[in-house]
């Protein structure tokens, strides 16, 4: 059974960081490609960052200079460091994971093809 567990959100005021993590189980993680998808209130789910079993990444216009995304094969998980935060980054943060390359599809907003979803944790950002 593929767990993906989120875990580092909260509550923060702008200009803040926090530090997503996602732990792995149950999948051969170093040839997955990973990524972090969003979703708030009302709106679609939407591609944040995304980096592929080879170390390529990709980033939302939103995001880029601010957010970074890493992984840590040994230990099987995913990272999203986030600064300068935004009250427009609050929403709900899933950690995702695919055999093909997750950066197209992010690039392809191409959401349905993602094999594993994580549940979600939730990211506050008060002005």
């Known amino acids: 059974q593929v767990l993906l567990v989120e875990s580092g959100g909260g509550s923060v005021q702008a200009g803040g960081s926090l530090r997503l993590s996602c732990a792995a189980s149950?999948?051969?993680?170093?040839?997955?490609?990973m990524g972090w998808f969003r979703q708030a209130p009302g709106k679609e789910r939407e591609g944040v960052a995304a980096?592929?079993?080879?170390?390529?990444?990709i980033y939302a216009d939103s995001v880029k200079g601010r957010f970074t995304c890493s992984r840590d094969n040994a230990k099987s998980t995913l990272f999203l460091e986030m600064n300068s935060l935004k009250p427009e980054d609050s929403a709900m943060y899933f950690c995702?994971?695919?055999?093909?390359?997750?950066?197209?599809?992010?690039?392809?907003?191409?959401?349905?093809?993602?094999?594993?979803w994580g549940q979600g944790t939730q990211v506050t950002v008060s002005s």
């Open positions: 995702a994971a695919n055999q093909g390359r997750m950066t197209v599809i992010q690039r392809l907003g191409a959401l349905r093809r993602v094999d594993y």
């Open positions: 149950g999948l051969p993680y170093s040839t997955y490609s």
């Open positions: 980096i592929d079993s080879d170390g390529k990444s």
